[in-house]
């Protein structure tokens, strides 16, 4: 080892200096640095408003379209830093442990069914009326129903942007052909088990295949919402779930009736056995089948099709009454330390963006904005008009800790719905193995 | 390792061992320590705030009803979330599901591995390209792979759906819609993959190899397939041993493919332990039976990786 060098000593001893140096001087004469920024977690721009969500694809870009409506009245894009994550899981994900890493975004989207646990999990605030009237809204200015789903223990959790039900794609074409259009050109009503039946086999006769698509391999969600529509068109049905996830209380005649049903299509050739979400609506779109079941927010990339002519209806009532799964975007305002001027700044994007809903609305979403909704542009809106009226037969999912939209009640049951549809599983099998995988769930006190 | 003196016996009672290393004095000097202790700080910071701290809070919190939206610990569960872990079916499913792949990967990428580098190396000229060839596939991100084996795999309209119906055969829903065949989906996804590793480690080990040893074989009338068996395998019976280990542990800990191409699902068929792990932890928000598991993952792994290095040296001092 050489002797220590004082020279060679001095002159890191003043390069380190000068780097600390430099270091806190960045730190102390500018406070909207990044590196600040990340340490002491201030924001870089105060007057920009952080705003996430979960929009891709058609959805993403309209989303986009009302964002730069609301750039544009304050100050141009450094007004607003948006973000959109993943849908599902990974999403709320995210925006909790944001929120309890204490750096959540000043306004986040959720499904409704998704705000219920957050709001149990502490992770958002209520709204107050005071707080809606502050810009100029009021609860009066919500579809009723939608506005009552949100309400939590008495409070107001969230603000809802739209309804999104399943509904029914048809190809104009197919349908057509196989005599189920009337005059107009719209699909004629297929309510009514043999109505819809009948249906099915006509559109199989002039496809030569299956009459009606829905999603189910790598697909969850869309099995689980064609049950739960089915399921609840029955009538004095029971909730899947209840007393917050805490017991199973489905209704296992209903349940059986509903995937047997499912079953005997299958088998008969009218619904398809198994095909991804983009195999399914492919094959309407190429006419290889008539009926697509999916949400209407697939409105987007079947208007993208060049020549397609398509319809969409609230999926036909083959029960005993209408009934469409259905959940709402809403917005939320996750806990955090607000100034009175801030909040305002929060609740007045929210309502910015409910002024721009008949944007959202060309997206397919059914707006629960009543200004909007009542406006004669949007009734003259098609095909979106022409299933306006599933919004009221909406049913959302069941409350539970673990459930809502692309949660894990979901993932659970609509894998095991899927494997019906593919025949393989039966209804009593499939049941069982919801059980069975559901019971942790069921005896875990919610840890929210 | 040993440079210290062991004062205080004396030279009789030392074992051979501690007397050849007491030969090796430490070319360090006093006080020489502290600063590699300074130069280790910074690594040192990094391994304890992000490999040790978080595994002793795992440790701890497997023993409380740890939430994520919750600050501190919460209520003390004891061996309440073990016990739920393994009484859970679907954790016992997981568990099965990781040694699966585990089981349907390792011999593959192993063997395949082998049988390529040693294909390789034989070839005198453009060996770059078949070098290039397989170990491509291992650059790109799980992500890239995932979203290409998820087109191959497509129900009806995909490229293993296409050859099918080519080959008259009336494609099915897919690989990846069965529960009988999604796991095995997964495992050739990941063999294509990651077979570049363990063939360049294989690479390495062949070129190691003195050419003589085949010539001199060769001059003595042995065939291509006892040079195999009596040179290439022995000599290579080292990096075998790390290939197979580095594979194992590599599988066991599989996550990425899964969580994209399949979810865990059709059901569960092809849930993981890490999947369920994180499930539980970041989406159930329960932190404390997340932990619980891990810790039980953790201990096969380091089971698997003791008795794997036990065979081993087992093996070695029959060799010796």
Redo the contacts between chains.
Sequence with gaps: ?APRNPATFTRRALFGGGLAAAGSLALAGCATSPVASGLVGSKLNPSQLIYWNLFGGGDGTRMQAMEAGYEKLHGGAASLQATTFAWG?PY??KL??AT?GNQPPDVAISHLTRAKPLYD???IEPITEADLASVGLSSSDFNPKTWAAQKTDGNNIAIPLDTHPIVMFFNTAVAKKAGLLDSDGKLKNLDGMDTFESALAAVSKVTGGPAITVAN??E?ATPWRVFWTFYNQIKGVTPFLSNNGADLSVDEDAFNTVTSRIQSWVKKGWLN????Y??AE?DLFTGKTGFYLEGEWEITTAEAVKGLKFGMVPIPTIYDKAANQADSHTFILPRKNRTPAERKQHLLFIKQMLAQSQTWAMGGHIPAYLPTFNSTAYKKLEPQADYASAATAAVYDDPAW?GGSG??FE??VG??L??IQ?L?VSPQGAMD?IK??LK??LN?PS?? | MTATPALGRTAAARTTSEVRSTKRFSPL?RG?GRRAWLFLAPFGVFYLAFLLGPTVWMLVSSFF?T????AGLGSFAGFKNYG?MLT???FWSSMWHTLQFTIYTTPPLVILAFFFAVLTNRIRRGQWFFRLAFFLPYILPSATISLIW?FIF????GLFASVQSALGMTP???V????NTAMIGVAVATVWWTLGFNFVLYLAGLQEIPRELYEAAAVDGATTWNQIRYITLPLLSRTTTLVILLQIVASLKIFDQVYL????????STQVALGLIT?TG?????IG?ASAASVLLLIVIVAIAVIRQIIDTRLARKDA
């Design positions: 080892m899981n709320y994900s909790t442990l309890v999990g502490n992770i391999v790598s969850t056995k198994g095909l991804d983009a195999g492919s673990y949660s894990t993932n659970t894998a095991q899927g494997l593919q393989a193995a069975s995988q942790v769930y875990t840890p929210l | 000097s020489d009803n939430s994520t939206v919750h739920e859970r079916s679907d998820v497509t129900p009806s309209s099915g829903a897919g990846l819609a069965s529960p191409m399949t979810s865990g699902g059709p059901g569960i499930n970041f989406t159930d928000d329960r039976a």
